[in-house]
Each structure stands twice: as C-alpha cells, then as structure tokens.
C-alpha cells in the first residue's frame, strides 16, 4: 500500500520566494497533519484537517503560511513570501481516526531558503 | 499545559546492551501514549503504543510500559542492534486528535 506521499522531496530556493509543498495522505485517512522539524525547535504542529477542514492552525508561525486541503487526496503548504528562518524539514502525516489512531508520516520535504 | 519531556541524547550503545530511554509525561487528563521512531532521512513510524496506566506496549523487541503513578512511559530493550540507531520520540494524546511530541532522543548504536 502507498504510504503518505510528499512533493517535493528537497527544495532550494530563494529568499522572497514563494514555496508550495505537496503531500498525498493514504487513502481513507480522514486526518490530516502538517508539522515542521528544526533542530532548534523540535517536530511543531502546524496545522491539522479532518474531512478537509482546518481544525487548528494554531501551530502557523505567521500569515506567511497558509495550508490547504481541496480534497481528501490532496493538501498543499505554501510560504510566501519565503524568509531564510524558514529552513527545515516539513513533514505531512495522516490517520484514519482520532484518538489512539497512530499517524502515518511521509518521508518529509527538506526546505533550504537561500 | 500538557508536555511531554525525554531525555536528552544521544545516547551512544554498544550492540547488544541494555537500552533504557526515559519520558515522562504532563497532561490534565487520561493520555494514550506512544513511541515513534525516525531513521535518517525518513518521516516518524509508531514504534508502540499503550492506552491506559498499566499497557504494556511491545513491538521489534522495544517494550514501554504506562506508568500512571510516575507518569512515566520508558521505553527499554534488552539488546540493542546497530540498526537500532535512530531518533526516538516519546507523545501523548488526549481527547483532542493531535499529538504532543517529546524533543527526540538520538541512539547511536555501535558494533
């Protein structure tokens, strides 16, 4: 069975530049997560879904981050415009439920703004 | 507020040792508790779990048992492999649907 899919899987760009990441939950999940990892700050909750609706975004550092999730297959982080701080590795993760349901991570975009 | 606290890393085995990572927890109510594992250059995968005080929760030979008296979820294994090293992460969770991580501990395990 696929797993969770993330898009793309390294991205280097610019500063000022806007930055889209993709991911893919296992089909049937009904969850699905945003975190961000740094060394400095450890895995941070951005945002969460459940049936494609934002449940809490209280985890987005600013409004230059904002998450969407159009469909039960398809969710996208963007950051613009993008800052150097924003560096790090960005993983999506998904459940079929709440509660003691584990979740499914995927393999992580790592982010370098230049 | 809820938290979670690990100890800090890395711990550094030879193969074959005792392995003993400690977490304890802070929550207002009744978590379920979990161990996720991240190897380099991958996303976290559920090592174990347990519910409710006194779960044990057991998976690869890694073993955690919740301990409500000291909250308290450590995770142990008897005799480590190289390919054991990894990062390990200790997090609860309440009613609401999302996790609370520890910091991570790093296990460097050498033959």
């Known amino acids: 069975d696929a797993g969770v899919i993330q898009s793309p899987r390294h991205e280097v760009t610019e500063m000022g530049q806007e930055v889209t990441l993709r991911c893919k939950p296992i089909s049937g999940h009904d969850y699905l997560f945003w975190y961000r990892q740094t060394m400095m700050r450890g895995l941070e909750l951005l945002i969460y879904f459940n049936n494609n609706v934002p449940i809490d975004d209280s985890g987005m550092p600013e409004d230059r981050f904002s998450a969407k999730m159009p469909n039960a297959s398809f969710s996208t982080l963007k950051i613009q415009p993008s800052e150097p701080r924003d560096s790090a590795v960005y993983f999506c993760?998904?459940?079929?439920?709440?509660?003691?349901?584990?979740?499914?991570f995927g393999d992580g975009t790592r982010l370098s703004i230049l | 507020g809820d938290s979670v606290t690990q100890m800090e890393g890395p711990v550094t085995l030879s193969e074959e040792a005792f392995l003993t990572i400690n977490c304890t927890y802070t929550a207002t109510g009744y978590p379920s508790l979990f161990w996720y594992v991240q190897y380099p250059g991958e996303g976290l995968q559920l090592l174990l779990k347990?519910?409710?005080?006194?779960d044990k929760g057991s998976n690869k030979g890694f073993e955690a048992t919740y301990r409500k008296e000291t909250t308290s979820f450590h995770l142990e294994k008897g005799s480590v492999q190289v390919s054991d090293s990894a990062v390990y992460f200790c997090?609860?969770?309440?009613?609401?649907?999302?996790?609370?991580f520890g910091t991570g501990t790093r296990l460097q395990v050498f033959p």
């Open positions: 993760a998904s459940s079929p439920g709440g509660g003691n349901q584990p979740q499914h």
């Open positions: 347990a519910t409710k005080a006194d």
């Open positions: 997090a609860l969770r309440l009613d609401a649907d999302k996790l609370i």
